[in-house]
């Protein structure tokens, strides 16, 4: 059974850091395309990163450019997202998810998602 489990959520207050797991099990997620998802309350779900299969090419939302940083560890079947300097719009819920679609953008191109982990930024 293909499973995404994200972990590494908690209440942190504004300027700190958090680190945000996801460890894949089921298959190999190699040669797939990784993405963070969050969605705030009474909001959609908006795209925050992804990273390319071997890492070569990551992708970042405007809003978290310069301040969070996606990676992966494919023999741990893992990605990260390193979260620096939170705001208190980055309250939301935190989706991991795996595709081998071509637009790291958009969540339809996504087969796989987490149950999501909770982040929120005090003042």
């Known amino acids: 059974q293909v499973q995404l489990v994200e972990s590494g959520g908690g209440l942190v207050q504004a300027g700190d850091s958090l680190r945000l797991s996801c460890a894949a099990s089921g298959r190999s997620f190699s040669n797939d395309l990784m993405g963070w998802f969050r969605q705030a309350p009474g909001k959609e779900r908006e795209f925050v990163a992804a990273?390319?299969?071997?890492?070569?090419?990551?992708y970042y939302a405007d809003s978290v450019k310069g301040r969070f940083t996606i990676s992966r560890d494919n023999a741990k079947n893992t990605v990260y997202l390193q979260m620096n300097s939170l705001k208190l719009e980055d309250t939301a819920v935190y989706y991991c998810?795996?595709?081998?679609?071509?637009?790291?953008?958009?969540?339809?191109?996504?087969?796989?998602w987490g149950q999501g982990t909770q982040v929120t930024v005090s003042s």
């Open positions: 998810a795996a595709g081998q679609g071509y637009n790291p953008y958009t969540d339809y191109e996504y087969d796989y």
């Open positions: 990273i390319s299969w071997n890492g070569g090419n990551t």
